[in-house]
């Protein structure tokens, strides 16, 4: 972060030169990533001048929203931007503008992932050769942007202390690969006398307490606040698949129960079955009681039982019974005709039964119940 006498933040990426990009006149072309959304780490003192309630020498962890990061002002803010070889001491602006330019944003600026693509053109031999070499591998991307003291948690789970909208860009810068990079080292040496809020982490921090997380070195501290974001996210997922595998359990056992069901119900065909079995029986014991000759396909189950009662009782004898009466009727009536058969031709065989026979056996019993009480009143002293 460099004191400009308005707040500017930096964002640097790692630079990858492409082949053959150079043109006749010795010009560079390049496309490359300058910024992205996340989190940052930054000192107070980077952020003078954002909010009284700053504390110089804590870090604070800013954050930069996907909304802020791709708005249509900030992406068109970064079109024909001047690109620096080192960042300038103030912000640029015609002022410093020959002392510091070796090339400028060429084209269209897009959104790569979670990264801002453009493409570049360095015009200065001096930073070619630094690309070239190796020497200068990294774009820092100098801004400005409305920061807001505000803690909260991002959508992957990681919390910020401040956030960032309103995002113009002013310049990019090319930098030395081991200034400032991921472990800002050049070999196995550290470099000195950098004062980025990633070189002073680690010149307060014992490196032993330094992670590597996502690619991303960070203390134990912020790595632990990280995962627990992540497991949070887990936990929840989890508590939803287990909610769901409930929910099929229930719906299982419930298709489990039916297929028990009718396994054990009569199934269509055996239910028919005995249906024309009943049929057949009551027409067979109709047939031997009012006659062959009487039709009574074409009858009802009831009408058959009612004409089969009024013929052994009478007729009307079942008029206003209820079918379950008559059913009721109808066995007893059954019954009835078989005894008066007995009675009239002896041992009856299946099929023997005609209607003559069955006459006279009812015109008897009917002549007895009518006399009947002249034998009551003989036993009472009274003689014919």
């Known amino acids: 972060m460099h004191a400009y006498e308005n707040p500017i933040f930096t964002d640097r990426q790692p630079l990858r030169l492409p082949e053959d990009r150079i043109s006749s006149e010795g010009y560079l072309t390049l496309t490359a990533r300058i910024a992205r959304t996340g989190i940052q780490t930054y000192y107070g003192h980077e952020l003078a001048g954002v909010d009284e309630a700053v504390e110089l020498d804590r870090q604070y962890r800013v954050y930069r929203p996907e909304q802020a990061v791709f708005a249509d002002a900030a992406l068109a803010s970064f079109r024909d931007l001047p690109v620096t070889l080192g960042h300038p001491n103030a912000e640029m602006s015609t002022n410093n503008y020959r002392d510091h330019v070796i090339g400028h944003v060429i084209g269209d600026v897009q959104r790569d992932g ?13 930073a070619i050769a630094k ?3 190796g020497e200068a591998t990294q774009l820092s991307v100098g801004y400005h942007a409305n920061v807001t003291l505000k803690t909260g948690v991002t959508p992957s789970g990681e919390k910020y202390d401040a956030i960032q909208s309103h995002i113009r860009g002013n310049h990019i810068a090319l930098v030395d690969a081991a200034r400032c990079g991921p472990e800002c080292r050049i070999g196995d040496r550290r470099v000195s006398g950098c004062d980025c809020a990633s070189c002073q982490t680690r010149k307060e921090k014992p490196m032993t307490e330094l992670i590597t997380l996502d690619g991303e070195a960070i203390t134990l501290a912020e790595a632990v606040e990280k995962l627990r974001g992540s497991n949070a996210r887990i936990a929840e997922a989890l508590k939803e698949a287990e909610a769901t595998i409930a929910r099929l359990h229930s719906e299982l056992e419930t298709k ?7 396994q054990q119900s009569p199934t269509t065909e055996t239910v028919m079955d005995a249906k024309v079995r009943a049929r057949a029986h009551i027409l067979m014991e109709a047939s031997e009681i009012l006659g062959d000759n009487t039709a009574l396909s074409d009858r009802s189950d009831s009408d058959i039982r009612r004409r089969v009662i009024d013929h052994v009782y009478g007729d009307g004898f079942a008029r206003g019974a209820s079918d379950h009466a008559v059913l009721g009727m109808y066995k007893v009536a ?6 008066a058969l007995d009675t009239v031709n002896g041992a009856v065989q299946p099929g023997s039964i005609r209607q ?4 006279n056996a009812f015109t008897r019993r009917n002549e007895r119940l009518q006399n009947a009480w002249r ?10």
Do not use: K, P, Y
Not at 375 to 384: C, F, L, P
């Open 114 to 126: 979670d990264f801002i693509r453009a493409e570049l053109s360095i015009r200065d031999a001096t």
């Open 131 to 133: 690309i070239r070499s």
């Open 256 to 262: 489990s129960g039916e297929v028990e069901a009718l």
């Open 334 to 339: 059954v019954r009835d005709a078989g005894r």
């Open 356 to 359: 003559s026979s069955l006459v």
């Open 375 to 384: 034998g009551h009143r003989g036993q009472g002293g009274m003689s014919s």
